[in-house]
């Protein structure tokens, strides 16, 4: 077991945990986040399905074959991006009880970013997806 970090919905009523480090931590501009998550981009803490528990219900649907996003029914908060295949579950950052648990690493999706956002954090920027 690795540190565990908390985190949850608005309301409260979905709680997670997370054990350990992620696997990568990337801020994706791609216009699917940018709809699915009504905002100008989306910061998420990409980590092994295995290290991510979640307590309470959550809501979700698909925005592509490739991955499901997951909300709180009762408050509408976009927690999880959940891939359908079961390997790796993106958290949100903003959604940690510590808002700087984690802080981003690299940008992706950069041609499909929202032209008023500023990109000045000196971080690596991808035009598309990283394996
Ligand atoms: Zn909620």
């Not at 993106?90 to 990109?119: C, M, Y």
């Amino acid at each position: 077991m690795g540190r565990i970090r908390e985190g949850g919905c608005l309301c409260g009523a979905v709680r997670f945990k997370t054990d350990g480090e992620p696997l990568n931590v990337r801020i994706c501009h791609c216009r699917t986040c940018q709809k699915a998550m009504g905002s100008p981009f989306y910061a998420r803490a990409l980590f092994d399905a295995r290290a991510v528990t979640v307590e309470g219900e959550t809501a979700h649907y698909a925005t592509s074959e490739a991955l499901h996003r997951e909300f709180c029914p009762a408050c509408g908060t976009r927690l999880f991006s959940r891939r359908t295949n079961g390997t790796a579950v993106g958290v949100a950052l903003a959604t940690f009880d510590d808002r700087n648990a984690f802080a981003p690493t690299e940008h992706i999706w950069v041609s499909e970013k929202i032209e008023w956002v500023r990109i000045d954090d000196g971080l690596t920027q991808h035009p598309g997806t990283v394996t």
